[in-house]
Each structure stands twice: as C-alpha cells, then as structure tokens.
C-alpha cells in the first residue's frame, strides 16, 4: 500500500460523494469525529431558519407551526433506523448521561418486581465513566451493587445475582466492540436485563437493537451523528417494557397531556414518556441536519457501505501505524468483527504530547488518559488517503521527536 | 388614560431604548415573552459564529479555544447577578424539570439526614405540573407524601411532618406572586427547607436569593432571559448546602475532574456538581444573549428599573380591560406586590376562542386551560401603547364577537 494506491481507493469509492455534504475545514484531517463530528454544510442554514424565521417570526406560534412538538419523535425515528429499532420506539432528548438514568432506573424497577434476589449491576471497569457514576449513584440510591469487571470476566458476573448488565457497545477508549446479540442472548440466558449505550455505535456501525431483542439503549447526538457540541442525546426501550415503568423524571413532556395542565402524573403512551422538560429546539434542528447526513448514505449502500468504508480506513491506517511506528502499540482490537470505528495506539509516555504534535500538524486526534492516542474514523467525510497521510505524519512527529517541544508537553484539563 | 398618554409614558420611558435590542415582528403585540421570550438581535449573528466558526473550524479544540468548557458557569454568573445568588453560586444546566429533580432530590437527603421524622413534600396545588410531577416521581421513590394545598393552605401544612416545601415563585397561571423572603423565614421557622422554581420571575422581578436565605433554587431560559425555544435552565444552591450531598443526575460533568476518566464518581467542588451531561453548546450561546439583553439595564436602572416599567404595563393593561371587558374577570392579583410580570384574565366559557381571535389580530397572548386569558409582559421590549392597544384589541373583539369564528374555536394540542 501507498499513497497512490490509497487514491485509488478514493477514486473507486461509491461513498465519497457523501464528503460533500460536510465542511471539512481545510489543510485537517479529522480523526476526532469520534468525539464531535463535522460540521454538515446544511447546519447553519437550518439553525439559522429557525433562529430567524421560526423563533425570530413564529415565536411561541412555532410549538404548531413549525412542528417543534413534533422534533423528538421526528429525530428520533430518522436514529431509530439507523440502530434497528421500530418507529415511534426511540426518542431525542436530554443527554446520554441523564437518559442512562431514566433506563437503569426503569431496569431497576422491573428487575425488583421480576426477581427481587437480583441485586446487582454489571458493567465493564473500563466503561465511559459517566455511566459507571450514574449506575455507581443508583445503586448507592437502590442499595444494589455496582459490580464492576474486565471485559473477560463478564460471563462469569453474570449470575444470579445480576438484575442488570449495562455496557457500551464500542468501548470509548480502546474501540472495542461487543457482540451485541451473542451478549444480550447470554445477559437473558443468565435472567439479566441489559442495557446499551450507542454513543461510539449510532452512525458509526450497524446495529439491530430489535434483532439482538435488547431491553434499554442510550446514544449520544455529537459524535457520529454530527449534531453539533453537547447536542441531545437518544434513548430507546423495547417495547416489552415501555409500558411497565415511567422513569422517575417525570417532566410535563413525557406526559400524557402536557398542555391540559393537570396536577396528576400519567405518563404518555410509549417511548414519549422517557422526555422530560421543554424540547431544545435549536440543537435538535442541528441533529436532525447531522442524523440525515448519515442516512444520506441509504442509496449508496447504507450502514452495510458505511462499514465497509470504516473498517478499510482503520485498517489502512493501524497497518501503515504498525510498519511505520515501532514505538506505539495498538490497543484497539485487530479483529475487524471487534472493532469500531476507530483506531486507539498506546505508548506509556509521550501519547499526549504525540497527539499534541499531530495536531500542530492539522491531525486531529485525541487523547485518552493515562496512555491512549485515538483516532476515529468517520467514513462519511474521510478520505483513504487522509488515512494514509494521518499515518504518515504521525511517523514524521516520532522520527523528527516534534513531541519533544515544551508547547505539546502542557496538559489542557480538556481534550 | 388615552392612548396619547400611553405614548407620552414611552416617550418618557428610559428604559425604552432596550427594545432595540430585540427582533419584534412588525405588526405583533407579543405578550407571550412569559412563554418564550422574543428573538435578541445578537443571537443569529452569535448561533451563527458558534456553528460555523467555533463549531465548523473549530471543531473539537473549541472546548478549550472557544471557552465551551466554562459556558455552564459564565452565564451561570450572568443569571445569578439576576436573582441575587453569588457569582460561582449558579450554573446552567439540563431543563428545569431535569433540575428539579436534582434540587429536590438533594434537600430530601439533607432533611432525611438532619429530620428523619419529616416525611412531607408541600407545594400548592396550582403549581406548574412539571414541579408537581417530579415531587411525585420523588415523593413515591421515598416514601414520602406529597402534600398540594391552596395559596391560603400553605401556612398550616407547614408543621412538624413538612421536610420541603416547594413553590413557583411567580405562578404561570394567575401570575400571583410570593413573598420570597417571607415564605422562606415562615418556613424555616418551621423547620422546613425551601425550593424556589424561578421559572417566571428571573429577569421579570426583582429577585434576592441571597438575602432570603432561600435552600435551592432553579429557573427557566427561554421565558423573561430570552435564551430560545427550548433553552437550557438553571440551579442554584446555597453554598450552606451545596457541598453535603451530591444530586443524583451524577454525571461526568459534574465529576471533579472529568477529563482523568476515573471510574468512581468524586463530586465537582461547588455547584458545579449540579452539572450532568456534555453542556449544551449551541443552546448555550444562545441563552447568553438571551440574558445579555436582561443586563443591558443595568445602566439604566436595572432590574428595579424593569420592574417598575413592568408593573406600568400590567396595571395599564388590566385597568383598561376591567373598564372597557365587562365580561372578563381579572385572576391576576391587582396589588402590585402580589402580582409578576402577567395580567391573567378568565371566562368560563369563551376564554380558547377569545385569545385565537386576539392572535388573528396580531397581538399574542396564551390560553391555560381550563379558563386562563394569560398576557405576559416584558418590560425590556414592551411599550405602554402595546398594553393600551392590546387592551383595545380585547375590546374589539369582546364587541365584535369575533371569538364566534369557527376557526378559533379548534382547539390544537399545543399552545
């Protein structure tokens, strides 16, 4: 493989037209999509519409008008085509943080009614943490324990003490990616509940909620879906349970009749009563013009194209890091059917400062403390040559030692 | 008072260069800014340069470049210089339901802790739903009662069994206002702690947590501070409160260092801990113009300034329609001391189809069922002559018998 041959891999793909549909600022190559996706270029019109027009014109006429009411169903079921879940069963709002503790909340509730011996919640140590301190935060709250395991002692958590396993589908950090039905089929062999969150998923990888028969899922609107910094996140529940528990933040949306202004709570039909306050009509305007970026790709092959695309990416780039870059390890899984849409490298000293000078660079990654370099690929609006030339630059900063500067060895508190 | 001397008030008015600032439909009466505020001049431009600078060059270094990190608390600060909180005190987070939640959680845990004996939550009957619901969702979740009593009721269920009492300060409905610090001193007098929901009184009146030794607090953004459909809200604690139980909602945001990914859940120092999910960037922008506009009184008077012109506006409003709408009844208080920055009318019967007519007109108000005329008044962008006409308006139509019409008498689902 080299550069030309990258190119053509280029030239030969059905999906790059879909680049188009991005502002990819110039001279980057964007590997943190993973974390917030692109700017698509029909965002800023939208947002301004209903800056302008809608809020600017309609004002409070716009709830009818202009369909606001209507934006978390309407957003949510463009998601829920893209996750395996059926309409009407998924829904935009608040953040992934909050809506992971409306379904273990609701999780909870049925397992304590279904089995009551069930005491315990199983996730992974090395889950996103805010879903370790919400589930750590319920379960101080439920007087359960929060049992936490590496991904190889998961099967033996699941005993009969489990109520509920809540997991990440692709690991944040190290891109890993779980069988999502092999391991709902063992959490339910084993009477379980499971949880999954689709932050690293949603738009990124296919994935059958219905298929797989999961009980609960959350996802995040700002990575792969490109709906913009902190927008809402999703939260879908089967609907074998939907109806049993409302989730305990009762807000006046997920009412069944918000405008009849009753003191009483009755919660909506369905999926509706896991909202909770005022729908935030700006951002999910954004998501919306992000979420259809990503089922712009339905003519062109679809979440079966866009993974064909990821995985040629990240392997192009880990295989050009590994002949290249002696000194970094790969730590996401070299088996494609494990890993997600990223690429995740290790080294024990100098990863922040690497990634630091890849970014001088125009090569944006980021780091995960204490020793990863990830890269995400998002196939919508990369290139296999940006592949390519990403590999390349980072061979270039440990060859010429560019990490040495002063300037990349300051810590930020963020990335 | 004619309408001569409705403009000569405007002539008079400082205050009335503030309306400048605003984006006011030509044609439109609006007295809906208690329901979502007007469309600030700034905020395209700004929602604009978030999305497609800071956002579409940005991208993920925009966090720490474009200060995303610090907006929570940056138009935290802002809200709190307007209801009296102390600067580090207040930070903008989730919805108000969503914060409701969080508050109220936290002085349940307080009262459990320091009087276990108290087992109720207090708050009035007419409420807004969203509080009541959540107290609901709350009280069953602890076993505790939830006690709604009429304005008149409130002082005897304040007795030995009450752990919270919980209140609007400003009614939506009637518009009644309580006295904050009188409340607050009868109720821990009794030994209660005491939530204020700020929804419609942050930058409608003068309001002084601080001095009244209020427990907890929250509010909306998109009504009087003019943040946009949906706008994120905000909490407070006060700080002889904040750092002796975390909320539940314990999300990475609120971590005290949520960029070293540690897998257990240390609380943020301060309110920061009332935090959960990714803030809300876009919506977040917005907002700050929003209360920008609030604060761009304070040269000329600041929020005593406003209120003063606030209570002009309703008082006018509510004196010509009791001279000149016989078959209205005024729900809103007539002293100035009780009432917000709204003027509520009510009939039994007509009340839907009265307010579409008067929206035909161009002059919005809203409707709360079952028999609410509700007309808000925001003094930064209201002139005398808008309350005059409105009024006139009203009227019209009353004489006209316009509110027969067959389109105003379908009632939609939202309003």
């Known amino acids: 493989m080299n550069r030309q041959d990258a190119l053509a891999l280029d030239a030969a793909d059905p999906l790059a037209p879909l680049r188009e549909l991005f502002h990819v600022p110039a001279g980057l190559i964007y590997l943190d999509g993973n974390s917030l996706g692109v700017l698509p270029r029909a965002t800023a019109a939208r947002v301004q519409?209903?800056?302008?027009?809608?809020?600017?014109e309609g004002l409070i006429r716009s709830w009818n008008s202009a369909g606001w009411m209507d934006l978390p169903a309407r957003v949510g079921d463009k998601i829920a085509r893209l996750v395996g879940a059926g309409a009407g069963t998924l829904v935009v709002a608040d953040s992934t943080s909050v809506n992971l503790f409306k379904v273990l909340s609701a999780a909870m509730a049925i397992?304590?009614?279904?089995?009551?011996?069930?005491r315990t919640i199983v996730s992974e140590r090395s889950n996103f943490p805010t879903d370790l301190y919400i589930a750590e935060s319920l379960a101080a709250q439920h007087g359960c324990e929060l049992v936490l395991v590496e991904p190889e002692g998961l099967a033996a958590a699941l005993d009969a003490r489990c109520a509920v396993l809540m997991l990440t589908h692709v690991n944040y950090r190290s891109g890993r990616m779980h069988d999502m039905a092999a391991v709902t089929a063992a959490a339910h062999a084993a009477g379980a509940l499971v949880i999954w969150d689709l932050a690293h998923s949603a738009g990124a990888v296919p994935v059958d909620l219905t298929a797989a028969g999961a009980d609960f899922a959350v996802g995040?609107?700002?990575?792969?879906?490109?709906?913009?910094?902190?927008?809402p996140a999703f939260v879908w529940a089967h609907p074998r349970h939907v109806g049993r528990f409302w989730q305990p933040l009762a807000g006046w949306i997920g009412h069944a009749a918000p405008f009849e202004f009753m003191s009483g709570y009755r919660p909506a039909p369905g999926i509706a009563r896991y909202q909770c306050g005022t729908p935030a009509v700006l951002s999910l305007a954004a998501l919306e013009c992000g979420v259809d970026t990503v089922l712009a790709a339905d003519s062109l092959g679809g979440m079966a194209a866009l993974r064909a695309k990821s995985l040629a990416l990240t392997r192009l780039f880990a295989e050009r890091v590994q002949a290249t870059?002696?000194?970094?390890?790969?730590?996401?899984?070299?088996?494609?059917?494990?890993?997600?849409?990223?690429?995740?490298l290790s080294h024990p000293d100098i990863g922040y400062a690497v990634v630091q000078a890849?970014?001088?660079?125009?090569?944006?990654?980021?780091?995960?403390a204490p020793d990863v370099l990830r890269f995400g690929f998002t196939p919508l609006y990369l290139?296999?040559?940006?592949?390519?030339?990403?590999?390349?630059?980072?061979?270039?900063?440990?060859?010429?030692?560019?990490?040495?500067?002063?300037?990349?060895?300051?810590?930020?508190?963020?990335?």
């Open 49 to 56: 519409q209903v800056v302008a027009q809608e809020w600017g």
């Open 220 to 231: 995040c609107g700002y990575k792969y879906l490109n709906g913009g910094p902190g927008a």
């Open 111 to 118: 397992a304590r009614e279904d089995q009551p011996a069930r």
């Open 383 to 415: 290139r296999h040559v940006d592949a390519y030339d990403a590999a390349e630059h980072l061979r270039q900063v440990l060859e010429r030692e560019e990490w040495r500067r002063p300037e990349f060895n300051q810590r930020l508190t963020v990335t």
């Open 358 to 368: 890849l970014i001088a660079r125009g090569v944006i990654g980021d780091f995960r």
């Open 325 to 344: 870059c002696p000194g970094l390890a790969l730590a996401s899984p070299a088996a494609d059917a494990e890993r997600g849409s990223q690429v995740c």
